[in-house]
């Protein structure tokens, strides 16, 4: 019973490769998000969705596009990508407005050699 | 797995005494706090959250305390376990429409058998 699942869980590119990480939440909520950790463990907001509508975009290069077919999924496409991209990605959801407890899915190791 | 030479802060403590994770904030205007626990390889994972209005919230096991005065929330978690090894992260949301969460840098936690 995942809540919040990605796909693939692992993944490993060239520079210059253009490539898709999947999110899908079974919780009903209303709103998702993306964000990347660092090697640092630094985690950081890229990009939330509430009811398919764009409601934050923080400065990420717009090599990287989400795209949401609806509320339940999430995903978020990288073009060219570079060696700087490498990093866990990780999708979340929440309740929606007023409601900020966040789940999160397993991530995603990005690798771009 | 984890990165090699990941230089977080890092609590060291014996299997069955308390832990005090401290994490300072940085907007007065934030209204929502939240704890994360995050295992190696997994997404992070919610432990307790607190509202501007409130200073101290417990769960089991867990205590949060806030001081907006000096901009600071601590966890504190009575009876470590080793299952409670992990990297753990404090957010707060800015307010406003966006659910936007802000997280700290994280400390580890090593729990000593």
């Known amino acids: 019973d995942t809540a919040v699942s990605q796909t693939p869980k692992y993944l490993v590119t060239q520079m210059g490769n253009d490539k898709s990480i999947k999110c899908e939440q079974n919780?009903?909520?209303?709103?998702m998000y993306w964000y990347k950790q660092d090697s640092k463990k630094f985690l950081k907001i890229m990009f939330s969705?509430?009811?398919?509508?764009?409601?934050i975009n923080e400065t990420v290069p717009n090599r990287f596009s989400p795209k949401s077919p609806d509320k339940a999924h999430l995903n978020l496409h990288i073009n060219s990508l570079e060696l700087g991209d490498s990093a866990v990605y990780f999708c979340?959801?929440?309740?929606?407005?007023?409601?900020?407890?966040?789940?999160f899915g397993p991530g995603t190791r990005l690798t771009v050699t | 797995g984890e990165s090699v030479g990941l230089h977080l802060p890092t609590l060291s403590v014996q299997e069955g005494d308390n832990s005090i994770i401290n994490c300072a904030y940085s907007?007065?205007?934030?209204?929502?706090f939240i704890w994360y626990k995050q295992e190696s390889g997994k997404g992070p994972q919610f432990i307790i959250d607190?509202?501007?209005?409130?200073d101290k919230r417990q769960g089991q096991r867990v205590t949060v305390l806030l001081n907006k005065t000096v901009k600071h929330l601590s966890l504190q978690i009575a009876a470590t376990q080793p299952g409670d090894s992990a990297v753990y992260f404090c957010?707060?949301?800015?307010?406003?429409?966006?659910?936007?969460?802000?997280f700290g840098t994280g400390t580890l936690l090593a729990v000593q058998p």
């Open positions: 979340a959801s929440s309740r929606g407005q007023g409601h900020y407890e966040q789940y």
């Open positions: 919780l009903g909520h209303d709103t």
């Open positions: 969705y509430n009811n398919k509508e764009l409601i």
């Open positions: 907007n007065s205007a934030s209204d929502y």
């Open positions: 607190i509202r501007s209005n409130m």
């Open positions: 957010a707060e949301n800015y307010g406003g429409a966006t659910n936007k969460l802000i």
